[in-house]
């Protein structure tokens, strides 16, 4: 996962200030809290999220696919 760092905001800041990490989000759909200069927790955009929770059609075909070139073998037994 790649961070922008416009978005990081350390956890003291973000307890702080809640609506600078809301702004962010707003900005950017998500920011990242830092907890020791490391991060922490991201927040996400609520829609982002759910869009984010369903696999996309083309991405299930080819888990699919791998799953039947990886798995041939006990496919075709099965098949008997």
Same mark, same amino acid.
């Given at each position: 996962?790649? +961070?922008?760092? /416009?978005?990081? !905001?350390? +956890?003291?800041? #973000?307890?702080?200030?809640?609506?600078?990490? /809301?702004?962010?989000?707003?900005?950017?759909?998500? #920011?990242?809290?830092?907890?020791?200069?490391?991060? =922490?927790?991201?927040? !996400?955009?609520?829609?982002? #999220? &759910?869009?984010?929770?369903? /696999?996309?059609?083309?991405?299930?075909?080819? +888990?699919?696919?791998?799953? !039947? =070139?990886?798995? =041939?073998? #006990?496919? &075709?037994?099965? /098949?008997?």
């Amino acid at each position: 996962m790649t +961070i922008d760092t /416009a978005t990081m !905001i350390s +956890i003291t800041e #973000a307890n702080q200030n809640f609506s600078k990490v /809301a702004k962010l989000v707003d900005e950017h759909g998500t #920011a990242v809290i830092l907890k020791n200069n490391v991060p =922490r927790y991201l927040v !996400i955009d609520f829609s982002k #999220a &759910e869009k984010e929770k369903t /696999a996309s059609t083309e991405d299930m075909l080819a +888990i699919s696919e791998r799953l !039947i =070139r990886q798995n =041939r073998e #006990a496919y &075709e037994v099965l /098949a008997k």
